[in-house]
């Protein structure tokens, strides 16, 4: 996924350094020599994350910091602070100052690539609550303005049997306004979540009489928790059970001992993601419902599409967008040889399987009969074909039966088209799908082609 990432340092060399990472992994970058050049590349720039140093002349990194949360233009741009100065002072200051995590130079590849993808996940979220509420409001069905939600009232679940690192996490806590509960083993925590919800969980990987892992991955397997965001506690020199928590599921990994601020920064970003995905998927609501859903599929229908990418297109995100136009083959067969209520019921296996096989912050739309769209903020070409790709394949492997019990196979064809350079209008970007559309059924269907807009 790539993203646009501000660096502001007033040296040459600490720029340099960070851009050579961030471009090698294909994110795009800007710099701002300090406080006051920041501010301006911001707000012109929108970009998906700034890395902001904390001691630079005229303006220090805590004042930008707090000038950037403060500016409604500004304030959902996740911040990290780098400093040259481990210090829980420093990191005090700048959660105070609404910092949303920490760095230390000179930051070590693998914790900088992690901590920008996540933060980045975090802002696509929230751009798209924004862009989904702003959508509602333009068609006149209501919408919260924006803002972004306090933690204070949600729950966390700290497993660990070791009294000090817990105590420190328990301690924490609460000053966010999080209510804090302790399980001191697996099993317990475990018997928790059947009784309980929890919008986070903290799990230590030092349990001592069993497998932490073996948690995280049971955790990840749970029906109540599979989506709850999972914190990770290690020690230093534990960065392999850290990497293996990773592939098991885990959002995010905090070093032992415990840095207070650190914690709650990360505990704070965690549980504010959970909020946007939970709001996302409710999809804004029964407000929406009547005027811009299906009624046959459940998905958007074209009303809300159009409006909705519009609205993409005018908050700058029409720079790196893909949108995926899916038709379902011979779809005039089935209606001919099922009847009409097979075809329905088709139709609606085809949007239940789209939507298992989307992203979150993706929105999916029944175009116009046997038609559907999927438009992907901040996808590139590869991201795009992937995705139509998986669809594709999805939905030729789903299992649907006609009237008689016969299995009646069901394919699509998906056409690609995508933004990669300067901005382009939402017609613009649909006909370019529509194009490589008729191109994948000229070409024999139950395949995917792409049209690329630069």
């Not at 892992?213 to 290690?234: F, K, Q």
Request: net charge negative.
């Amino acid at each position: 996924m790539s993203a646009r990432i501000l660096i502001v340092d007033d040296v040459p060399a600490n720029t340099r350094l960070l851009e050579a990472k961030l471009r090698a992994e294909y994110y795009q970058t800007a710099t701002a020599r300090d406080g006051f050049e920041a501010l301006t590349a911001a707000t012109n720039w929108q970009p998906d994350l700034i890395l902001l140093d904390v001691m630079m002349p005229g303006m220090d990194g805590f004042e930008c910091c707090r000038r950037l949360k403060g500016d409604p233009a500004t304030r959902h741009i996740p911040v990290v602070m780098v400093t040259a100065l481990d210090q829980p002072t420093e990191r005090l200051q700048g959660l105070e100052a609404g910092a949303d995590d920490f760095l230390t130079k000179p930051p070590e590849t693998e914790t900088l690539m992690a901590r920008v993808r996540s933060l980045v996940r975090l802002k696509r979220l929230l751009d798209e609550w924004h862009a989904r509420s702003e959508t509602a409001r333009a068609l006149g069905l209501g919408g919260d303005p924006f803002a972004v939600p306090s933690v204070a009232g949600t729950r966390a679940l700290v497993v660990d049997d070791w009294d000090v690192s817990a105590s420190a996490v328990m301690d924490a806590l609460p000053k966010e306004g999080i209510v804090a509960i302790r399980a001191r083993s697996g099993r317990e925590a475990m018997g928790m979540t059947l009784e309980e919800s929890f919008d986070l969980i903290v799990v230590s990987l030092t349990l001592a009489e069993e497998d932490s892992l073996r948690l995280v991955s049971a955790i990840r397997g749970g029906s109540r928790t599979h989506e709850t965001p999972l914190l990770l506690l290690a020690e230093t020199e534990a960065k392999g059970q850290v990497v293996r928590g990773f592939e098991l599921g885990a959002s995010d990994w905090l070093m032992l001992p415990v840095d207070e601020n650190e914690l709650r920064a990360r505990a704070r970003n965690q549980i504010r993601r959970k909020i946007y995905q939970d709001r996302l998927r409710l999809d804004l609501g029964s407000v929406l419902e009547l005027a811009l859903i299906d009624p046959l599929t459940g998905l958007y229908n074209q009303r809300y599409l159009r409006r909705h990418l519009a609205g993409l297109v005018e908050n700058g995100q029409g720079r790196q967008m893909s949108v995926l136009m899916v038709d379902v083959d011979f779809f005039k067969n089935v209606n001919d040889q099922y009847g009409h209520a097979t075809g329905d019921q088709a139709l609606r296996l085809i949007a239940d399987t789209l939507r298992a096989n989307t992203r979150v912050f993706d929105s999916l739309a029944r175009y116009g009969g046997e038609e559907f769209v999927v438009v992907m903020p901040g996808a590139d070409r590869e991201d795009a074909v992937m995705a139509a790709e998986r669809l594709r394949s999805a939905v030729e492997a789903a299992d649907f039966t006609g009237p008689s019990g016969q299995r009646v196979v069901l394919t699509v064809s998906v056409g690609v088209g995508c933004a990669t350079g300067a901005p382009v209008t939402p017609d613009a970007l649909l006909h370019a799908a529509d194009t490589a559309l008729y191109v994948a059924k000229a070409g024999g269907r139950n395949r995917v082609e792409l049209a690329a807009l630069t």
